[in-house]
């Protein structure tokens, strides 16, 4: 599985940006996804999953602002995130797993998206 992310970027706090990340090298409908962030000296935070069945999970930090989707047409997931703060500034990765695998197996190379305030 190759994963590749991009939209990410600088921009306004209150402001939009979305993500994408297309799936290759297996069958998408396999895959359940999911997008985590990084800030420097801080751990890994998942953002937001979304299973092959279409059920979604979002960090607390994050409902009501960000959402996530996937378009099987495509192969690809995004991240629709809105109303964005200092505090999303991170580097955002895409992940994919199997059905049946407990940890995220493939990742992204990571985009960086920076709010100013």
């Known amino acids: 599985v190759q994963l590749q992310a991009s939209g990410g970027g600088l921009v306004q706090a209150g402001g939009s940006l979305r993500l994408s990340c297309a799936a290759s090298?297996?069958?998408?409908?396999?895959?359940?996804m999911a997008w985590y962030r990084r800030n420097p000296g801080k751990e890994r935070e998942l953002v937001a999953a979304?299973?092959?069945?279409?059920?979604?999970t979002y960090a607390d930090s994050v409902k009501g602002r960000f959402t996530i989707s996937r378009d099987s047409a495509k192969n690809t997931v995004y991240l629709q995130m809105n109303n964005l703060t200092p505090e999303d500034t991170a580097v955002y990765y895409c992940?994919?797993?199997?059905?049946?695998?407990?940890?995220?197996?493939?990742w992204g190379q990571g985009t960086q998206v920076t709010v100013s305030s």
């Open positions: 979304i299973t092959n069945g279409g059920s979604i």
């Open positions: 992940a994919a797993k199997h059905s049946g695998r407990s940890a995220y197996e493939k």
């Open positions: 090298g297996t069958i998408f409908s396999f895959l359940h």
